[in-house]
């Protein structure tokens, strides 16, 4: 099992699908890294050799955010709107959809599950 950037890859995953389960890469992410260090990605995380890991390794530190850094960065830059109360922020705080999705029916996975109210009484019918 090799571990890089803090997450361990699975061992019997191809490598570029193994390298997505690195917070920040994807599967674009992570063919132009193979192509890169002309890696086959069909190459199983197993079959790989000690200098290639090093190697997806110094990529991954000195080319991109990931994990850690990149969850901090996210986080400040939703803290930032909240501050300068823009409208995104507003929302974020709220926890609204914030990218103009309707509200009046579909937002129950940002709204949360629907809460009905006990012993609400209905109005007559005249």
Same mark, same amino acid.
């Given at each position: 099992?090799?571990?890089?950037?803090?997450?361990?890859?699975?061992?019997?995953?191809?490598?570029?699908?193994?390298?997505?389960?690195?917070?920040?890469?994807? $599967? !674009? /992410? !992570? !063919?132009?890294?193979?192509?890169?260090?002309? @890696?086959?990605?069909?190459?199983?995380?197993?079959?790989?050799?000690?200098?290639?890991?090093? !190697?997806?390794?110094?990529?991954?530190?000195?080319?991109?955010? *990931?994990?850690?850094?990149? $969850?901090?960065?996210?986080?400040?830059?939703? $803290?930032?709107?909240?501050?300068?109360?823009?409208?995104?922020?507003? +929302?974020? +705080?709220?926890? *609204?959809?914030?990218?103009?999705? +309707?509200?009046?029916?579909?937002? /129950?996975?940002? +709204?949360?599950? $629907?809460?009905? @109210?006990?012993?609400?009484?209905?109005?007559?019918?005249?």
């Amino acid at each position: 099992m090799a571990r890089i950037a803090g997450v361990d890859l699975p061992k019997n995953k191809r490598i570029q699908i193994g390298l997505t389960y690195i917070y920040g890469i994807g $599967k !674009s /992410r !992570s !063919s132009h890294i193979l192509d890169q260090l002309k @890696i086959h990605p069909n190459t199983t995380i197993k079959n790989l050799n000690d200098e290639q890991i090093i !190697s997806i390794r110094n990529i991954l530190n000195n080319q991109y955010e *990931l994990e850690g850094d990149l $969850k901090r960065l996210e986080s400040l830059n939703i $803290k930032r709107l909240m501050d300068i109360s823009a409208y995104r922020g507003r +929302r974020h +705080r709220t926890g *609204l959809p914030i990218r103009g999705q +309707r509200t009046r029916t579909n937002a /129950r996975t940002r +709204r949360g599950t $629907k809460k009905t @109210i006990a012993g609400k009484k209905k109005a007559p019918r005249k």
